[in-house]
């Protein structure tokens, strides 16, 4: 805890309700220990929020000084627990809304704002509607012969997907077989994503439209995920037996706390486009200079 009465600048603002706690910190000045985020993260002793976007100039931070030619600020997220994951699909548009509004970064010549994340560079384009779309990259296949999730006594396959973080992918009859959610569901076998996984619970609303509900590795169920839309997309399509020829393809996901709509293009190339708020800002002592 910071001893001082001054506070340093937060934001909050959420994606779908997919919601985060912003730190921002150009110079990489700020001590972002797991407690601290944590902290941050907690719905009564903090701000509350399902992880925080911690805003670093990419030629301050070692993980992403290798991309400060290419993009100016590092989307240094962690989730609630704590933990750092890989690449947050609502997060980077919640951060690029920030950046936006705070004057800290306009479109390029490609209508796009960069960002440097721990899964690479990711590019974001305002829309004329407000929303934002985030390309994505490619997803990975790997083999999923065999894997399994399971709540109580119900188990169901699932597919293995990578969107820079993994993902595990069930189609369900009723996203209420998926039950309350409070615990992760378990994943066979056990070796499957030594790493975590986040788990996608899918139903069927029509052609290309599904309802989703997730439970994040690191943060638990939340309102909507934005690399999970991304591997729930491409796993339908793929159950929808859409190969190169049948792209590209937009699937409608809806998910707890609203929309987003992914679009698969033939090269492998994935867009996601969806909401993203600020909601607040202020000052905070859960965290201090380091
Ligand atoms: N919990 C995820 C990171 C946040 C993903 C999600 N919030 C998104 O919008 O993509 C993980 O540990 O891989």
């Excluded at 994951?85 to 960069?114: K, Q, S, W, Y």
């Amino acid at each position: 805890m910071n001893d001082s009465s001054t506070g340093l600048p937060f934001l909050k603002g959420h994606g779908a309700e997919n919601d985060f706690v912003i730190v921002p910190d150009p110079d990489g000045a700020i001590e972002l220990a797991p407690e601290h985020v944590r902290l941050l993260c907690d719905r009564y002793a903090g701000i509350g929020g399902d992880g925080v976007l911690h805003a670093v100039r990419s030629a301050k931070n070692p993980e992403a000084a290798h991309l400060a030619a290419d993009a100016e600020w590092f989307m240094d997220y962690r989730n609630s627990d704590g933990s750092v994951a890989e690449m947050c699909g609502n997060g980077v548009r919640v951060f690029v809304r920030h950046l936006l509004e705070a004057g800290l970064a306009e479109p390029g010549g490609d209508g796009t704002i960069p960002v440097a994340t721990r899964a690479g560079l990711r590019r974001v384009r305002l829309e004329a509607d407000g929303r934002l779309t985030v390309f994505m990259g490619r997803a990975e296949l790997p083999d999923s012969t065999g894997i399994e999730v399971a709540v109580g006594d119900r188990r169901w396959p699932a597919r293995k997907i990578d969107m820079g973080n993994p993902h595990a992918v069930a189609f369900v009859d009723d996203l209420a077989q998926a039950g309350h959610l409070l615990d992760a569901p378990s994943v066979s076998p056990a070796d499957a994503y030594p790493e975590g996984v986040n788990v996608e619970f899918v139903a069927d609303r029509g052609p290309r439209h599904v309802a989703v509900r997730v439970h994040e590795r690191g943060s638990g169920e939340t309102r909507a995920c934005g690399t999970g839309a991304c591997a729930v997309m491409v796993a339908a399509a793929r159950r929808d037996g859409l190969g190169p020829e049948g792209l590209p393809a937009t699937y409608r996901v809806d998910m707890p706390g609203g929309t987003l709509e992914i679009t698969e293009h033939p090269d492998g190339q994935i867009e996601m486009t969806g909401p993203a708020v600020i909601v607040a800002a202020g000052t905070t002592t859960l965290v201090r200079q380091g």
